[in-house]
């Protein structure tokens, strides 16, 4: 269950719209690749927390860049599988430490030409 400081993030969610986050939307023709983000908040020593990842300065594309843990879905993933699998890939978070509890709206990411899905998550 997700604590009471979370409830208006996934209220919020469930009626967000690209354009109140971008103006990057996936465009029709765009064949882009689909892809997943795990934004994890968490109950930390000073309240709540956010956690983010620092991409690897060697790198080929975005390095060093601050993100969310995440990639391209796999063949016959959810949104919510990949976000966790590539979490546990890149972090080594554990699916049952983890609550996913909505999802934001699909951004385009031009420069890669990539699908994402922000999942919210909540990590115990």
Known sequence: MIPDWLRPVEVGARSMTVADLTR????????????AVLVLFADGAAGP???????????RSHPGQVSFA???LEAGESVEQAALREAWEEI???GADVETFGR????????SNAAVTPVLAYGH
């Open 104 to 111: 934001l709206p699909e951004l385009w990411m031009p420069p």
């Open 70 to 72: 995440g990639g391209a």
């Open 24 to 35: 990057f939307e996936v465009p029709p023709a765009a064949d882009a690749r689909p892809c």
């Open 92 to 94: 080594g978070l554990r």
């Open 49 to 59: 927390e956010v956690v983010l990842t620092e991409r690897a300065h060697h790198m």
